[in-house]
């Protein structure tokens, strides 16, 4: 892909570590451009040390309340926890683009909802924002330590990404899935994939109603059945008081960081 320089425009503490915004970078397959949030560990200035990146979704929900438009995960929290217990990486959060939002995060089309930009979203981060990255970070660039999350439609996309793309994702965490978009369509695409040796953690609120409840426990079973070893490549988490909302995703978050990362430990 065509090299792009991106510098950042501004740098900010957050708890321990830095928050650094990358403006503007384009998309010549959707058309449009946004900034870029990453987080840093509380190590990367004081050290040469490369590091394992996680790509999530809503980044305008992570880390800022003057960004988020409901309360923010607190994702450099839950890193910063991530960090005192021996795992620490760069997050590199992509904020939706408003009421393009759900057209991105499928590759398929629900007939009501909308969808169907998920591939061409997907080659977006791939070809496009993780040479940025890599380029300008000290990232450790392989499959092991590349990984992405998500929440609900970003989820269900962060799902996709690690089916469709095993060679560039390791890992995959899934907060509360949308699993019924388009007809449940994802459960195809997991039929149709192979067995990827990685690590996904897939999680849903007890509270968040009997559908959605069903459809993540049927995931996790179908995960099983494809060759993901509960405790060892999958981690599954119902969580009794959950709710499909940002403080519930931001609570559970540091758990699931360590499950992906446990093994990609900060490596000079």
Not at 51 to 58: A, E, R
Not at 78 to 105: K, L
Not at 182 to 208: C, N, W
């Amino acid at each position: 892909p065509r090299r792009i320089a991106h510098w950042p425009r501004i740098r900010a503490r957050r708890a321990a570590g830095t928050l650094v915004t990358l403006p503007g970078v384009p998309s010549s397959e959707l058309g449009n451009a946004r900034d870029l949030y990453l987080w840093l560990p509380p190590g990367y200035a004081r050290s040469e040390r490369r590091y394992p990146v996680l790509y999530m979704h809503d980044g305008q929900n992570l880390f800022d309340p003057r960004l988020s438009y409901a309360e923010p995960w607190r994702v450099d929290r839950a890193m910063e926890r991530a960090s005192q217990r021996g795992v620490e990486a760069i997050v590199v959060g992509i904020p939706n683009m408003g009421v393009d939002r759900i057209d991105e995060y499928s590759p398929y089309v629900d007939s009501r909802a909308g969808g169907g930009k998920g591939d061409l979203y997907l080659d977006w981060v791939i070809g496009t924002v993780k040479p940025i990255i890599d380029g300008q970070f000290r990232t450790r660039p392989e499959r092991a330590y590349t990984g992405m999350a998500g929440s609900s439609m970003g989820g269900l996309i962060a799902l996709y990404a690690y089916l469709r793309h095993p060679s560039v994702f390791g890992c995959v965490g899934v907060l509360s899935p949308s699993l019924w978009f388009a007809g449940r369509s994802i459960f195809s695409t997991l039929a149709e994939s192979s067995h990827a040796p990685g690590r996904i953690y897939l999680d849903i609120g007890a509270r968040e109603g009997k559908v959605a409840l069903d459809d993540a426990r049927r995931m996790r079973d179908a995960l099983m059945q494809k060759g993901y070893g509960l405790g060892s490549e999958l981690k599954w988490l119902e969580d009794p008081k959950g709710r499909h909302n940002e403080v519930d995703w931001g609570r559970r978050f540091t758990d699931a960081v360590m499950f992906l990362f446990r093994l990609g430990v900060v490596t000079r």
